[in-house]
């Protein structure tokens, strides 16, 4: 079974499955297809994460973040009066980790060649694609600063306009770059021709980004972090990424009890938003490089840690004194798949922002993503951006196990809304007793830049004036949060179960 954001993705993976490929071939075959089909959302100019489940029931997970230009100094920016690092500059390009990545993942465990991998990938970047309804609403949002970049408004534009839905859309260039990588391998990325246009587009704007920094990518596979959660245990990877934040708003959650209220209770949402802003305040403050964190995540993902913010909630009225944090954005897309030996695969590639930085490299296609800007400018703080270093991650893939056997991969797209999608999906499955459909489908909160909580369209009236009479400053949310895949292995039937966000184009398809 494979679940993702996009039905020609799902497709992919689906037939590399069926032709013998394995769940770690799909994924990467999925995530190239969704390359060119969602170009907003992801593409070679990004990062990528993922879990591995392996049949015997070993989980590892993979980082592939890149990290800054060797030449980013601290005080450069500190000097020039840089109070952040702008989403759409050249300063907010990170080395792009995913190609890296998949190499690194197909190495250890695929079957399959990236020729294979990436045939539909190139057909439709060749020969074009119809625009998903989704996909063409987000597109248009980006006109006026795509029209801003040569490369993007190249590429990306027709005539200075976003293609509409089910129009055509084709990317040459890409496909060019595409083809060479599935010849030559991740070299014909980070060396060669088209890492040299990489560096020379992002040096003509002002940035530091180098051959030499791309040629320096690396990836590594890292041992997941887990808590225990209902009798499960929830993996999610180790900083830079926020999946420490899900496990800390998931032991709060565990804590004040939040299984004794209806799911679609104010009382319930309630929990979810205090404990949401006790664990993002600890992201804010700490959250970075394992080795510039103040605390390690061991620490902060304990039940202890918890006791002590949970003393913080109360019942019967929102706190006050819990600082509201600023909110990213983020452009991502999710997927996950499951073989017919049970290997799970938990998968996210992103650009960050929608098409990234918006700066494209003219001749390969690139979206350059703008990861960077996740970065700050203050010298005290463990997150500021520094030479080679990796910023916070908002992208976060999990993986459920019981009694040592994987039991759900899921992911939940969007920002800094992750983390509060990840506990509320999975609070849905095993608080509530949803399916992944159902968990999926079940309205979200989650605040705006202004602190205001939002609630979705399926959220009842009398639950936003509940939560308000709680001290919250309630209002309908104008769009809803994120997007989100599940596949649940059911032990006992030998099926699999699997869900996919109605808020995006895709589905969830198996056999």
């Known amino acids: 079974m494979a679940a993702t954001s996009h039905p020609l993705a799902t497709m992919t993976a689906v037939q590399v499955l069926r032709d013998g490929g394995n769940a770690i071939d799909a994924a990467i075959a999925a995530a190239a297809t969704l390359a060119v089909v969602e170009p ?11 879990l591995v489940a392996k049949p015997d029931g070993s989980t590892f997970g993979l980082d592939g973040a890149g990290r800054a230009a060797s030449a980013a100094r601290t005080e450069w920016y500190v000097e020039r009066g840089f109070t952040e690092i702008p989403s759409h500059s050249p300063h907010a390009v990170t080395v792009p980790g995913a190609v890296k990545a998949w190499h690194t993942l197909l190495a250890v465990g695929g079957t399959m060649e990236l020729p294979r991998l990436f045939a539909d990938a190139l057909r439709y970047a060749e020969e074009g694609y119809a625009v998903a309804p989704r996909v063409a609403h987000d597109w248009a949002k980006q006109t006026a600063t795509l029209r801003a970049d040569e490369g993007a408004s190249l590429h990306f534009l027709y005539q200075g306009e976003a293609p509409l839905a089910g129009q055509r859309h084709r990317q040459p260039a890409l496909a060019r770059t595409l083809r060479a990588i599935s010849q030559d391998g991740a070299d014909a990325f980070y060396t060669g ?5 990489i560096a020379r587009t992002v040096q003509a704007k002002g940035g530091f980004l180098s051959q030499d920094d ?39 959650l565990e804590q004040i009890g939040v299984r004794e209220h209806a799911p679609d209770s104010p009382a319930r949402y309630h ?15 700490l959250l970075a490089e394992p080795e510039h964190m103040p605390v390690p995540a061991s620490t902060l993902i ?41 290997m799970a695969v938990s998968f996210i590639n992103s ?42 991650h ?7 196990a019981r009694n040592g056997e994987a039991a759900i991969s899921f992911g939940v797209m969007g920002g800094s809304y992750q983390p509060v999608g990840h506990a509320h999906l999975l609070s849905n499955m095993l608080d509530y ?20 909580i939002r609630g979705e369209a399926g959220i009842e009236p009398a639950v936003l004036e509940g939560m308000s009479a709680l001290g919250h400053e309630t209002a309908p949310a104008e769009a809803p949060f994120g997007g989100g895949q599940a596949i649940a292995i059911d032990r006992e039937s030998g099926f699999l179960v699997g869900g996919s966000d109605p808020r995006k184009d895709g589905c969830a398809m198996g056999w």
């Open 40 to 50: 907003h959302m992801t593409g070679i100019g990004g990062d990528c994460f993922a």
């Open 193 to 197: 021709p088209v890492a040299e246009e």
């Open 214 to 252: 791309l040629a320096a990518v690396t990836t590594g596979f890292v041992d997941p972090l887990s808590i225990d959660y209902a009798g499960h245990a929830l993996m999610e990877l180790p900083p830079s990424g926020q999946g420490i934040v899900a496990m800390i708003m998931l032991n709060i």
């Open 271 to 285: 929990c979810e938003m205090e404990a949401a802003r006790l664990a993002y305040s600890v992201r804010d403050i």
């Open 302 to 342: 304990s039940s202890k840690y918890a006791e002590g913010l949970a003393a913080q909630f109360s019942a019967g009225r929102r706190n006050d004194r819990i600082a509201i944090p600023a909110i990213p954005d983020s452009d991502t897309v999710y997927l996950t798949v499951v073989d017919r030996d049970r």
């Open 351 to 392: 650009l960050y922002g929608a098409f990234g930085s918006q700066i494209v490299t003219p001749e390969s296609g690139i979206a350059l993503q703008n990861r960077g800007a996740c970065f700050v400018t203050d010298p005290a703080h463990p997150n500021v951006i520094a030479p080679s270093k990796r910023p916070l």
């Open 394 to 400: 908002t992208i976060i893939p999990a993986m459920v």
């Open 433 to 452: 007793g949803m399916d992944p459909q159902e968990a999926i489908d079940h309205p979200r909160m989650f605040w705006d830049d202004e602190g205001v």
